[in-house]
């Protein structure tokens, strides 16, 4: 072999037993920190969030390109993601609101811009249909709920209910939807107006108009919802109840936020909040 290659044998054996160099050392310690840290986040996060979580939780900076090559090296590849249909039913007589978010997805603190949205859940007795609130600030679900039906009280109301609850409200609030039944429903609508909360709805058949309201919903579904069996709604329940407060809400690196967690961001509006005070 050595003289088909026109190496020395010596040369050979040197090869052979030479130690690792440190650019290899340190390519397999890097590699060893990836993999932990893509299995940690229960191989949902892809190059970008494994970059952000190495940066900010390992103070290790490394290039999205080179994090991607080492992760393709180690066949690392997030969970595939898959589209979902929609719950939205605007064939009704009910009177729609205007367009005031205008696909402005940003906001300067809590409790400026909520919006919210419905979507269902396979499970083995029967659908589970999930509405939440998110507030754009922070990202973060200020309020869901979870029904068997899509009556307006048991989904949309309740959700509006705990969001009030759990984070209060501020003069000029808009709430931002799209024109669903249960949106426009004289139910939701007085809760709107008894709290002070302006109403805004999408367009006509413009999903793109509540878009960060159906983001959540792909990430919930991706990372959750189509890895898993729910043998019942009760176990929905818990597993989505866990994922929103013990993995999104806490751990979740966010792009919308900078890198950021929604409680992360939260915290970052309270302390503000409160020196302006």
């Not at 991607?68 to 180690?74: D, E, G, Q």
């Not at 759990?166 to 429903?185: E, N």
Request: aromatic share 12%; proline share 1%; with cysteine.
């Amino acid at each position: 072999m050595c003289n088909v290659l026109k190496v020395s044998s010596s040369g050979f054996y040197k090869w052979l037993h030479r130690k690792p160099g440190n650019r290899t050392i340190k390519t397999k310690e890097l590699c060893t920190m990836i993999k932990d840290t893509f299995v940690q986040y229960k191989r949902i996060y892809g190059r970008p969030r494994v970059t952000q979580a190495l940066k900010n939780e390992k103070n290790i900076y490394l290039s999205r390109p080179y994090v991607a090559r080492l992760m393709k090296s180690m066949h690392l590849r997030s969970k595939v993601r898959k589209k979902y249909l929609s719950t939205t039913n605007s064939n009704h007589a009910y009177i729609s609101a205007e367009n005031l978010l205008g696909r402005n997805f940003s906001a300067d603190g809590i409790c400026q811009k909520w919006v919210g949205d419905i979507t269902f859940v396979k499970t083995g007795t029967g659908w589970l249909y999930l509405s939440t609130v998110i507030d754009l600030a922070d990202r973060k679900i200020v309020g869901y709920s979870f029904s068997s039906d899509m009556k307006a009280n048991n989904t949309v109301v309740d959700a509006l209910k705990m969001a009030i609850r759990t984070r209060g409200l501020k003069s000029g609030l808009i709430f931002h939807s799209d024109r669903g039944v249960q949106y426009a429903s004289k139910d939701f609508t007085d809760l709107l107006k008894s709290n002070d909360i302006t109403q805004s709805m999408s367009r006509k058949g413009n999903c793109w108009d509540n878009a960060a309201a159906e983001s959540f919903f792909k990430t919930l579904k991706t990372e959750l919802v189509y890895h898993c069996f729910f043998q019942n709604k009760a176990i929905a329940k818990l597993e989505i109840f866990r994922y929103i407060e013990g993995f999104y809400h806490a751990r979740r690196w966010h792009s919308a936020l900078g890198g950021k967690t929604p409680n992360q961001m939260e915290q970052f509006y309270m302390t503000k909040q409160t020196l302006v005070a």
